[in-house]
């Protein structure tokens, strides 16, 4: 991991030069929840300036860095990124909280998280998260590896919206996902059984061949809809 950073790091600067101001890592690479396989690195980059050309010069490192099985970085400048504070503050939220400076220094300490839309988008993404689900559901071929593929592709998004969740309910924000579904869980009175299954998996305590695939599927997308709704009726008025 720390060499595909540094590479990554000099390749950006190779283009960029002096208009990339910082570079951050954030996400499963800080908060000791990385699978390698199932996790990846997410970067974020602060740039003077964000142009059409200033992307361009871009290209080359994010798609090396895409071929090593990460998304592209994200490109803010420091004002975007401080105006973009209060829409995002889920994602601004966890990076502050849980974060590495790759280059530059730490501007995370004087950067203010507005709060005041932050019920509102843990409400938004978790009933757009959950029609997703659903939407996937019926796309897929009817096999257990496309179920299963789906379970493990959005398992972390959920367990970060059920973070939050937690927080817009007036909780203390949990330390790891398994936390997270926990704290949930006792609140909207829904069995997690099938998100520990799936977070087992990832973390390498347990094999496919060990999950009852279809069963689990059946309880993830229960508990995705329990969860939802007694986050909605619970923010209700909020």
Known sequence: MEALLTELVGRLKTVALDNLKAAVLYGSGVTGEFHAGH?????????????ALDLEKLHAPAEWWIRQGHPAPLVFTMDELR??????????????????MLLGEDFFEGLVVPLGLHRLQVERELRA??????????????????HLGIML???????????????????PMPASKRDAVEGIAKIAGADPAAFHAILDLRGGKRKAGDIDIEESL?????????????????????
């Open 83 to 100: 105006r973009s504070a209060d829409i995002f503050a889920i994602e601004l939220m966890d990076m502050k909280q849980h974060h590495r």
């Open 153 to 171: 592709a959005s398992v972390s998004t959920f367990c970060t919206l059920f973070r939050h969740a937690l927080v817009a309910l007036g909780h």
């Open 39 to 51: 996790s990846d690195l997410n970067v974020l980059c602060i740039v003077g300036q964000a142009g």
């Open 129 to 146: 998260g959950w029609l997703r689900l659903r939407g996937a559901v019926i796309a897929s071929p009817q096999k257990k590896k496309e």
């Open 218 to 238: 059946h309880g993830y997308l229960e508990f995705v809809e329990v969860v939802t709704n007694e986050v909605d009726r619970g923010l209700e008025g909020k």
